[in-house]
């Protein structure tokens, strides 16, 4: 369980003043990895405001939540790429953490007319993203505009890129369940044991497919990797504009990593991501 100070958020604080940078570069790493440049200052951040709920929970408002940061001299914002909503919406289910039915966000849309994921919404199309217009309906323009707002207050974002914490398998706690490449929610993946390693799984370490054509003949780990290329890339190329924000690869290392972290390391680094 991780401790909560507010119903939503994990709070804590940050080092250095509120001025925005005169130079807006990507924040980059010092050599020993202790500190951050960003633009003209050098920071040490010893702490951030993190979130699972802000980009996944369309009824937050993510724009206070930046100004709140602002106003505290947080420096740092975290949130979580992907945390699939773990309930139903008849009701049956719901996350405790919010006590109701949220409108729940994912990098990826709902197929049209399909037969119903586990959640009782329409199950996934893995090939096709959740875009559209408005922030408080679609995730990709949410965190563009959650980016966006952030830089203007002279905060860096990091988000959490993997992997949409699959970790549970059980009756108890049914994580992977909710999770999108379920084969139960029109993903492509079986899981047997009871902590989830095979979204972790990718075909080929070191070679990367996201330019190939989708074939539904390939194999499951195949597919798997180029969703997560696919997922990546668009995540770089939607944020690298804003020059505020950092990746961290896995949302904690309590399970497996899989045979894929070496993989996304080069990948973000052959792409100039941090």
């Avoid at 199950?123 to 993203?129: G, K």
């Avoid at 770089?236 to 804003?242: A, E, G, L, S």
Wanted: net charge negative; glycine share 10%.
């Amino acid at each position: 369980m991780r401790p909560s100070l507010l119903p939503y958020l994990l709070v804590s604080c940050v080092a250095t003043g509120l001025a925005m940078p005169a130079g807006t570069t990507q924040p980059t790493t010092s050599s020993s990895g202790h500190y951050v440049q960003y633009g003209d200052e050098t920071l040490l951040l010893i702490g951030d405001s993190g979130t699972q709920c802000v980009l996944q929970n369309l009824n937050i408002d993510y724009r206070a939540w930046i100004d709140d940061c602002h106003r505290s001299g947080i420096r740092v914002a975290h949130i979580w790429a992907l945390v699939a909503p773990r309930q139903k919406a008849d009701g049956s289910v719901i996350e405790a953490r919010y006590g109701y039915v949220y409108p729940g966000a994912t990098p990826w849309a709902r197929q049209d007319g399909a037969p119903r994921a586990l959640d009782g919404l329409a199950q996934w199309d893995l090939t096709r993203f959740d875009e559209g217009d408005d922030p408080n309906a679609h995730y990709w323009p949410r965190l563009r505009d959650l980016c966006r707002y952030a830089k203007r207050r002279g905060i860096i974002v990091g988000i959490t890129v993997f992997f949409g914490w699959p970790k549970h398998n059980t009756t108890e706690r049914p994580d992977w369940s909710y999770h999108p490449f379920n084969a139960i929610n029109g993903g492509h993946l079986v899981e047997e044991k009871r902590m989830t390693s095979v979204c972790q799984e990718i075909h080929s370490p070191g070679v990367e497919v996201v330019d190939e054509e989708w074939s539904g003949g390939w194999p499951a780990a195949k597919k798997t990797q180029w969703v997560w290329e696919r997922f990546s890339r668009k995540l770089i190329d939607d944020t690298k504009r804003y020059g505020n924000v950092f990746f961290a690869f896995m949302d904690e290392h309590s399970y497996t990593e899989g045979n894929c972290g070496d993989h996304f390391l080069e990948f973000f680094t052959r792409r100039g991501a941090t």
